[in-house]
């Protein structure tokens, strides 16, 4: 048996260990935490300059289902208060402005934008909605939105901008700029099942490679990493696993966050009206009849954003998706959405970086968006028994940027059959329920690919050719 001392992968896998546990000792959510928990920081004398650069790269494919938020909180409690405080906020004026509240007066652009959506809702729908918010605005009924339901006013939730009610609820629930990166990287990182295990391969690769590789080499792998500028993401496939009613009319569409945190709109698109699963008849792409599943294959996958791919530190970089599924047009939630964005974002920016405004990557940043987004759409369809949507999201996450990395990330397979280097991975497959009522399921395949200036002019005008073509030559 070889002795670790002198074991260079072993050395790098105990020194990673104690970083680990030197982490989970900081209890660091008090350190960055605001008044409120200034307290608590001196009792466990943790001071907020503390912080951690971490020897590791994450995981590189996050999966929701597998991705453990209540973890990420337990770990960093600081990044589960902000979350759910944006939340909180979101969903009070939303709760307000479909009671009626300060109806008459000027209404801020989010309340603004909650009426549009509203107002796009069948009669039916509306009272429905309308009356179950209009129980939320009791004094009991106000706690379930924290410390705005406390201390702010329906009327006031429905006039007041996002920043001036968070100024009302006693300012940010975070200092700005006090959550930094190295600890959002940890506690994402850490929360991530097999996380210790991809953390041994990580070191024992690292170190083969650190033996292995000459500093030429290593300049050239890193020259021709840099050539991939672009990453996109695109749905493979589309599959009905259970209708929900005799054939279905299926719609997606959502967002794209860059590692940034600039956030695209994805419209919404059509994949079929004739929905049936394989067991009641349906069949794949079959034409305009009963479909059981949209396979994109033909196409090289029907494509849903571009990603510029930053090349700076600090790394990692999460690039996030959210697809938005619906049986039915959603009529003004997409130009909701944008909204949405700009009140979650700004605010979950300005306490990681202490400005709205970032050129930067941030780790993390697309994920926390996407999770405060979709807790709230969540709300919507369960909380209010809205029947607009089912939502998940998914993340991809770049800690390097030389070729090998990206060959390993992204392998060369047999599809697409182009040259170069238009690689693809698929991304997680998920099943999610399309309405509240858990009976229609349906399976999304979604794949990443890097490119080369190239290489993306290509699949661009591939993708202009075929964004006209008729779902059944598919």
């Not at 790269?57 to 991705?67: G, Q, R, S």
């Not at 794209?256 to 600039?262: E, F, I, N, R, S």
């Not at 780790?363 to 999770?371: E, F, K, Q, V």
Request: glycine share 10%; proline share 5%.
């Amino acid at each position: 048996m070889s002795d670790s001392k002198y074991d260079p992968a072993a050395r790098y896998r105990n020194a990673s260990r104690r970083e680990v546990m030197r982490a989970l000792a900081l209890g660091s959510a008090a350190a960055v935490a605001g008044p409120r928990q200034t307290a608590q920081a001196a009792r466990i004398g943790v001071q907020p300059s503390d912080s951690i650069e971490p020897d590791f790269e994450p995981p590189e494919i996050v999966d929701p289902e597998t991705t453990g938020l209540a973890e990420t909180a337990a770990i960093e409690p600081a990044l589960g208060m902000l979350v759910q405080d944006a939340t909180d906020r979101l969903k009070y004026v939303f709760a307000a402005t479909a009671a009626g509240a300060g109806a008459g007066r000027n209404q801020s652009r989010l309340s603004q934008s909650f009426s549009t959506y509203l107002a796009t809702r069948s009669p039916a729908q509306q009272q429905r909605v309308r009356a179950k918010a209009a129980a939320m605005m009791t004094p009991a009924g106000r706690r379930s939105f924290g410390r705005y339901g406390a201390a702010v006013t329906p009327e006031e939730a429905t006039t007041l901008s996002p920043t001036e009610l968070t100024a009302k609820a006693g300012g940010p629930i975070l200092q700005p700029g006090s959550l930094t990166v190295q600890r959002i990287g940890i506690a994402l990182a850490l929360s991530r099942k097999d996380y210790l295990q991809m953390m041994h391969e990580a070191a024992e690769q690292e170190a083969a490679e650190a033996q292995a590789a000459a500093d030429a080499a290593a300049a050239a792998d890193l020259a021709a990493g840099k050539k991939y500028t672009y990453m996109e993401c695109y749905i493979r496939r589309v599959t009905c696993i259970q209708s929900s009613e005799a054939q279905d009319e299926i719609l997606l569409g959502g967002y794209y966050v860059g590692a940034t945190g600039l956030v695209h709109h994805v419209p919404q698109w059509k994949v079929s009206d004739n929905f049936e699963p394989a067991s009641d008849g349906g069949k794949v792409n079959n034409g305009d009849d009963s479909i059981s599943a949209r396979d994109y294959k033909k196409i090289n996958g029907k494509h849903w954003g571009w990603f510029n791919i930053v090349q700076k530190s600090p790394w990692p970089h999460d690039y996030n998706i959210g697809i938005v599924m619906g049986e039915e047009d959603w009529g003004g939630f997409g130009s909701t959405l944008s909204d949405i964005w700009d009140a979650v974002g700004d605010y979950i920016k300005a306490a990681i970086t202490g400005a709205v405004s970032s050129v930067i990557p941030i780790p993390g940043l697309g994920y926390l968006i996407g999770w405060a987004i979709g807790k709230f759409i969540d709300w919507i369809i369960q909380g209010l028994n809205d029947d607009l949507v089912g939502q998940f999201s998914c993340t991809t996450t770049l800690s390097k940027m030389t070729k090998t990395y990206y060959d390993r990330q992204f392998p060369t397979s047999n599809w697409p059959k182009r040259k170069g280097k238009l690689t693809s991975k698929w991304g997680v497959t998920l099943t999610r329920a399309c309405k509240g009522n858990g009976q229609g399921h349906y399976d999304v395949k979604i794949g990443w690919r890097v490119f080369t200036e190239a290489g993306y002019n290509a699949r661009q005008s591939q993708i202009a050719m075929l964004e006209g073509r008729r779902f059944a030559s598919l």
